[in-house]
């Protein structure tokens, strides 16, 4: 693996993107048909809402590894950024095809499901991903939300506080804990999530 794409990892994890962005496009001169920089370069730009250059990114990375499945579950992830859930939804049915005994492709097609409004099949892919990996923290979100949709808004709200005890500082974490408990009705301390998830990321 290239440092800039070390780098380009480090500074996503550090929710630095727009850095990432620049590491990995000063990179890609010499390495174009690498299908990594692609993948990371999409993920990226849709952080950036930048949705067009992104889905010619993600495209590109299929393109280049066909027979890999992060590049079809990325595809579904910009897809479903720029609010096309049927494409979305294919690419992340062609991922989990392509590797099932990987966690984060049932999450990103729980994650389709639950933008397409399906949400016993959300729940039963964010399931799949916690059978694989147990700590996953956004199956566990995946699955919170989907309960609640599904009007099990105890089960929601105890799956939702499962996964923010695996990492208190997620901001999507507290957020979806701050609708949880506005379905229960517990106001007060739903706004108190929301609050807390806007001081982690105003953004």
Do not use: Y
């Not at 990114?57 to 049927?86: D, I, N, Y």
């Not at 147990?134 to 499962?162: F, K, V, W, Y």
């Amino acid at each position: 693996m290239s440092s800039s794409i070390e780098r380009a990892q480090v500074l996503m994890e550090q929710n630095r993107a727009d850095l990432a962005q620049k590491e990995l496009l000063q990179a890609l001169p010499a390495d174009p048909e690498n299908p990594t920089l692609h993948v990371l370069l999409a993920m990226c730009l849709a952080d950036g809402n930048k949705h067009d250059e992104a889905l010619a990114h993600a495209r590109r990375a299929v393109q280049l590894a066909p027979e890999w499945s992060v590049s079809f579950r990325v595809l579904a992830r910009v897809e479903l950024a720029g609010g096309h859930t049927k494409p979305a939804l294919e690419a992340a049915r062609t991922a989990v095809t392509m590797d099932p005994e990987d966690p984060v492709n049932h999450v990103v097609l729980a994650q389709v499901r639950l933008n397409a409004g399906d949400w016993q099949a959300a729940l039963d892919s964010a399931d799949k991903a916690l059978s694989l990996d147990p700590q996953n923290q956004d199956a566990l979100n995946a699955r919170g939300m989907a309960l609640g949709r599904l009007g099990r808004q105890s089960d929601s709200e105890t799956t939702i506080r499962a996964s923010l005890a695996e990492n208190p500082e997620d901001d999507v974490t507290h957020a979806n804990l701050g609708w949880s408990l506005l379905q229960a009705g517990k106001t007060r301390e739903a706004m108190g999530h929301f609050k807390e998830a806007l001081r982690i990321n105003p953004q």
